[in-house]
C-alpha cells in the first residue's frame, strides 16, 4: 500500500530538515576551518528568528539545533565560534503563546548551552526597535556590535516625504576612530586647559581623517571589486568596470569610537561609572551633538561607537602610564574598560548592570552591546527572565557564561581550570570576548593578548 499525501509529506519535511542541519554544518566546519595567514577566522554573523512559515521556522530551529550540539569527536563535542548568531526578537511574535514561541524557545536553549545566539531587540525601545516598529526594517548589527544610520532611498539622510522608506540591505561602514577620552581629559588637567575645548581639537581631527578617508576611497575604481560594486553586491553597486565608487560612500557609515568611559568617570571625581556615571553621561551626550552637527556641515553619515577595544584596552593603559603614571582605578590594570561597560570587577547583580548601562545605551547608536556574566551555572529560566527583561528595554543582549571542556575526558562545566574528573588541564575555554565568542584557552594555551586575559580573570559583573 502507498504512503497518504501526509505520509509522504512528513517524510519529505524530514529530508529538508536533514538537509539544512547538513548545511548549517557544512558552514560551521568552513567558517572555522579556514583561518588567514593571521590565523584569523572569517567573522561572519548571520541574524535569524523573524521567518514564519514552516521553513524558515525550520531552517532558524536547525541552525539553533546545529551550534549547540557542537562540533568534534563524539565524546568531546564544543560549540564553535562562527558564524556569530543573532536572534532578531519581536515582542509579537516570540511572545508567551506567540507562533514563533517555539523558535525563541530554541534560541533560549542555545544561549544556555553555546553562549550563542546574541539577542536584538526590534519590540523595546531605541533606535533599532523605532526603525523596525516605524518601517518594518531590521538594523542587523554588523561584526559584534556596528549599526548602520538610516540611509533614505529617495532623500538620503533624511526623508523625501512621509512614504520615503530606509535602506539598510547592502549598505558598510568606513571604519571607526576611537577617542581615548581618560588621556584627553588628563591632557586638559595638566595644561590648564577647558576639557571640552581639547575634546574638540580630537573630534575635529577625528572628522579630518573621516573626510580623507571618504574621499581616497572614492578615488577607487569599482573594477577593485567587481561583485561588490559592478554586479550589485552593494547596495547601488551597479557602476560600470572602470567608474569611480563614489557614489557609493553617500550612505557609508563613519564613527567615533569611545572607550575607557569607566575610567574617565574615575579621573573626573574618583568614582566608577557604578557609583556616579553623570560627567560620563553628560561627555557622551556633547560628543553626540558635535557628531550630529558635523554630520550636518560635512553630508557624511558619522556615528558614535562603543569600541569594542580587544587589543586597545591594553594598549590605551600603556599610552596613559608613559604620561601620566599610574593612576588608581584609571591605569593600575593591565587594561580600560570596554565602551561604556561597569568595570568588569564591580560586584553588581545582572540586573544593576543591565540598568546602569542603560543609560547610555541610545547614545551610542552607531554600534553597542549589553552584555552580562550569568553566575547561574545552566539556568534555563533565569537566563529566559534576563534576556527577556533586556528585550523590553531594547537591547543588543548577550550572554556571558564561560565555557570550560576537558579536551582529555569531556568533561564539561562552568569556568573550570582544572577538570574535577580527570585532573587534566588540557581544556578548551571559551569566553566572550566582548561582542563575540572567542577561545581563552586551546588545549591549555591562550590565544589572546595579556590585556584581555588579565580582563577575564578579573571579571565579576560581566
Not at 1 to 29: H, P
Not at 200 to 210: A, E, G, P, S, T
Not at 248 to 255: D, E, P, Q, R
Not at 404 to 426: A, F, I, T, W
Request: glycine share 10%; proline share 3%; hydrophobic share 35%.
Amino acid at each position: 500500500m502507498g504512503l497518504s499525501f501526509e505520509q509522504a509529506r512528513q517524510e519529505a519535511l524530514k529530508d529538508v530538515n536533514t538537509d539544512f542541519n547538513q548545511g548549517f554544518q557544512g558552514w560551521e566546519y568552513k567558517f572555522n576551518t579556514v583561518a588567514s595567514s593571521r590565523g584569523d577566522y572569517p567573522f561572519i554573523t548571520i541574524t535569524l528568528g523573524l521567518g514564519t512559515n514552516e521553513y524558515e521556522k525550520m531552517a532558524s530551529i536547525a541552525a539553533l539545533r546545529t551550534r549547540m550540539n557542537g562540533q568534534g569527536k563524539k565524546e568531546c563535542k564544543k560549540p564553535v565560534l562562527f558564524p556569530k548568531i543573532v536572534f532578531l526578537y519581536d515582542e509579537n511574535l516570540h511572545g508567551p503563546g506567540k507562533e514563533l514561541e517555539d523558535v525563541f524557545e530554541a534560541g533560549i536553549e542555545c544561549s544556555q548551552k553555546s553562549m550563542y545566539p546574541d539577542w536584538l531587540s526590534l519590540t523595546g525601545e531605541g533606535y533599532v526597535a523605532g526603525i523596525y516598529k516605524e518601517y518594518g526594517k531590521v538594523i542587523s548589527p554588523m561584526g559584534c556590535r556596528a549599526f548602520l544610520s538610516p540611509w533614505f532611498e529617495r532623500g538620503g539622510m533624511t526623508p523625501a516625504d512621509e512614504n520615503d522608506e530606509p535602506i539598510f540591505v547592502g549598505r558598510f561602514n568606513i571604519g571607526a576612530i576611537s577617542l581615548h577620552l581618560p588621556m584627553i581629559y588628563a591632557k586638559s588637567q595638566k595644561e590648564s586647559k577647558d576639557f571640552y575645548e581639547v575634546l574638540d581639537y580630537y573630534l575635529q581631527l577625528i572628522r579630518k581623517i573621516h573626510i580623507r578617508t571618504y574621499d581616497y576611497l572614492g578615488e577607487m575604481r569599482a573594477s577593485t571589486n567587481p561583485l561588490a560594486y559592478c554586479e550589485g553586491g552593494f547596495y547601488g553597486g551597479h557602476l560600470g568596470f572602470h567608474d569611480k565608487i563614489k557614489p557609493l560612500l553617500k550612505s557609508a557609515t563613519a564613527s567615533f569610537g569611545i572607550t575607557a568611559l569607566n575610567e574617565l568617570q574615575e579621573l573626573y571625581n574618583g568614582k566608577s561609572l557604578v557609583e556616579d556615571g553623570q560627567f560620563a553621561i553628560e561627555v557622551m551626550e556633547y560628543i553626540n551633538k558635535r557628531v550630529n552637527e558635523f554630520k550636518k556641515e560635512d553630508g557624511n553619515l558619522y556615528a558614535l561607537y562603543g569600541t569594542p577595544a580587544e587589543n586597545l584596552c591594553g594598549l590605551q593603559v600603556k599610552q596613559f602610564r608613559e604620561k601620566y603614571g599610574v593612576i588608581a582605578n584609571v591605569s593600575d590594570r593591565g587594561y580600560v574598560s570596554n565602551s561604556f561597560h561597569c568595570h568588569v570587577t564591580e560586584d553588581i547583580s545582572p540586573i544593576q548592570k543591565q540598568d546602569l548601562e542603560g543609560r547610555f545605551w541610545d547614545l551610542m547608536n552607531g554600534g553597542k552591546i549589553q552584555y552580562v556574566k550569568y553566575p547561574i551555572s545552566y539556568n534555563k529560566e533565569a537566563i529566559k527572565t534576563l534576556i527577556n527583561r533586556a528585550m523590553k528595554m531594547g537591547f543588543y543582549e548577550g550572554v556571558n557564561l564561560s565555557l570550560s571542556y576537558c579536551d582529555d575526558c569531556g568533561h564539561q562545566e562552568l569556568n573550570m581550570d582544572v577538570c574535577p574528573k580527570c585532573g587534566s588541564r588540557n581544556l578548551t575555554k571559551i569566553d566572550r570576548m566582548n561582542g563575540y565568542l572567542s577561545y581563552s584557552r586551546v588545549k591549555g594555551d591562550t590565544r589572546l593578548n595579556e590585556a584581555k586575559m588579565e580582563e577575564i580573570k578579573d571579571r565579576v559583573s560581566m
